[in-house]
């Protein structure tokens, strides 16, 4: 049974670039969380899907968009990236109806030059 | 506003011995605590979890401790071992809406245990 997976492991942009994140939930899982972690902190929430729409946000700006597809999988996507998005990026997925462990991947290491 | 944070960035321990990791919360809203390892090059573990209504709940090796008097959380390890080594983070959140909603982490707390 995969756990939660994600592509790809280390990317390098330059700024006002544009990237795109994948994740693939845990098998069972519906419901998929990213995360941004910069070094040497912990994790801030980005935001949620369950059931193809975005269910809650953190404070991040629009620029960060996501998507869902109907396979659970998930895409994180950050546009005119800026140095300050430079971060390991999580995916997490759960199965939905409340109070069930949300589980990792490994993230995404992005640098933005 | 909602925040978690930890007393003790570091904490050093010898094998065998117990270790304490402490949170402060300011939300009393929050449904649930979860205490998070992360080794270095990998995604947050979960480890354990207590729910609001609840003071204390065992797992294998590790206690969750809650004071919703004080806003306190606590990690107790027991018999640490070197694999035990690494940041430890708590995180609180609310069962509304799907699963556990969104996670609010605290900064960390770095363990290291020497053999």
């Known amino acids: 049974d995969a756990g939660v997976t994600q592509s790809p492991t280390h990317l390098i942009k330059t700024r006002g670039q544009q990237v795109t994140l994948r994740c693939s939930p845990k098998?069972?899982?519906?419901?998929v969380s990213w995360y941004q972690q910069a070094l040497g902190q912990g994790p801030q929430f980005i935001f949620q899907y369950y059931e193809e729409e975005e269910r809650q946000r953190g404070n991040f700006p629009d620029r960060f968009s996501g998507h869902q597809f109907p396979n659970y999988s998930s895409e994180l996507n950050v546009n005119a990236l800026l140095l300050g998005d430079s971060a390991l990026y999580l995916c997490a997925s759960s199965f939905g109806t409340g109070g069930n462990e949300q589980f990792f991947g490994p993230g995404t290491r992005l640098t933005v030059l | 506003g909602e925040s978690v944070g930890l007393h003790l960035p570091t904490l050093s321990v010898q094998e065998g011995d117990n270790s304490i990791i402490n949170c402060a919360y300011s939300?009393?809203?929050?449904?649930?605590f979860i205490w998070y390892k992360q080794e270095s090059g990998k995604g947050p573990q979960f480890i354990i979890d207590?729910?609001?209504?609840?003071d204390k709940r065992q797992g294998q090796r590790v206690t969750v401790l809650l004071n919703k008097t004080v806003k306190h959380l606590s990690l107790q390890i027991a018999a640490t071992q070197p694999g035990d080594s690494a940041v430890y983070f708590c995180?609180?959140?609310?069962?509304?809406?799907?699963?556990?909603?969104?996670?609010?982490f605290g900064q960390g707390t770095i363990l290291t245990v020497h053999p």
């Open positions: 207590i729910r609001s209504n609840m």
């Open positions: 098998s069972g899982h519906d419901t």
């Open positions: 939300n009393s809203a929050s449904d649930y």
């Open positions: 995180a609180e959140a609310n069962a509304g809406g799907t699963s556990y909603g969104k996670l609010t």
